[in-house]
Every structure is written in structure tokens, then in C-alpha cells.
């Protein structure tokens, strides 16, 4: 396989605390927030789960438009879609925007969920309200200046205070890997 246009990642972490300990859901349900639910109330309007379209206004904004020589170049190297589901090892594919699946990672950038932690996993039930919740997730862009200026403008702490009823901490970490320069063709 021929790997082609690896992108720049941004990567984030966020954590979301309601309180100091677990608390019992008989006991506080419906009276404190559920950091997991915050969370999930948070990933929900990034992204289309059925095309794989990320839905954060301007996301795409500054995505460099494939001319149709590298289209025709990257298209002389199909990868059937079966194929390309089995080195995957997943049991389906999206396609986004009618772009064949193999090809999409190539050329739009992309934004995953890479982990949720919160509450109870344990065996048999546990009915808390968890105290913390935490996640990372990255987005893969082609330009650095659009994945800044998206950062700086997605309204976290408004996002997250107009969705809660009581004071929540909430941290975010940030890292930054460059892909190299794409050459001009």
C-alpha cells in the first residue's frame, strides 16, 4: 500500500469534573450534572456519523481543492472498497461526499474520538453519577492556520455552560504535530 498525504494532527484532551467523588444516582439524579452525558453532548454535533462529515462550522474552509491531475493520478490506484475494508479489519465503511472510502482519509481533513473514560466498568451494576469524565480526540487538517483558528474560535465554555445546569471544571490540552510541507505539483 502506498501511503499518500498524511496530515498535521491536532490532539485534545478534555476533562470534565462535576464533583470531588462518585455520587449515587437514587440519591442526585437529575439534581447534578453527568460529566459523560456533558461529554457526549459535546461530540454529537461535531460529526456525521452515517458520511463521516465534520460539522464544525469552517472546518473545510482552507481545504486545498485536489486538481483533477492528482485526482487522476490518486484514481489510477483504486483500492476496492472490500479491500480496503478488510486491511482495516472494520465491518463497514462511510463515504463522504461520493468519494470512494480509500480516498477520503487523503484528501479531507477528519476528526475522531480516540477515547471516553467515566464512571463505573466494572462487573455487575454501580448506580453513580460519575464525578470526572475525560476524553481525547484529534483532528487531522491540511492546514495548520484553519485548525488554530477553528481552536480558538469553537465556543467550549459556552458550549459547555449553556448544556449544564450547575458549575463544572472543565480543562483542555492541546498538542500540535505538523505534517511536512505538501510540494507544489
Known amino acids: 500500500m502506498i501511503i499518500y498525504a498524511l496530515r498535521g494532527l491536532v490532539y485534545f484532551e478534555i476533562s470534565i469534573k462535576v464533583g470531588d467523588h462518585d455520587m449515587h444516582s437514587g440519591v442526585y439524579g437529575n439534581a447534578v450534572s453527568n460529566p459523560a452525558q456533558i461529554l457526549a453532548d459535546l461530540f454529537v454535533p461535531m460529526k456525521d456519523i452515517t458520511t463521516g462529515e465534520v460539522l464544525i462550522p469552517g472546518f473545510y474552509d482552507d481545504v486545498r481543492k485536489i486538481e483533477k491531475k492528482e485526482l487522476d493520478v490518486l484514481q489510477n490506484h483504486i483500492i476496492a472498497n472490500n479491500d480496503f475494508q478488510k486491511d ?98
Open 88 to 185: 482495516a479489519g472494520a465491518y463497514g465503511l462511510t463515504s463522504m461526499r461520493e468519494v470512494p472510502p480509500y480516498l477520503a482519509p487523503k484528501i479531507f481533513p477528519s476528526l475522531d474520538i480516540h477515547g471516553i473514560q467515566s464512571g463505573f466498568l466494572g462487573e455487575g451494576p454501580k448506580t453513580i453519577i460519575p464525578a470526572e469524565a475525560r476524553a481525547k480526540f484529534s483532528c487531522r487538517q491540511i492546514l495548520l492556520p484553519t485548525t488554530l483558528n477553528l481552536i480558538n474560535s469553537y465556543p467550549h465554555q459556552h458550549f459547555l455552560s449553556k448544556r449544564t445546569r450547575m458549575i463544572i471544571l472543565f480543562t483542555v490540552q492541546l498538542t500540535i504535530h505538523l505534517s511536512k510541507k505538501q510540494p507544489k505539483s
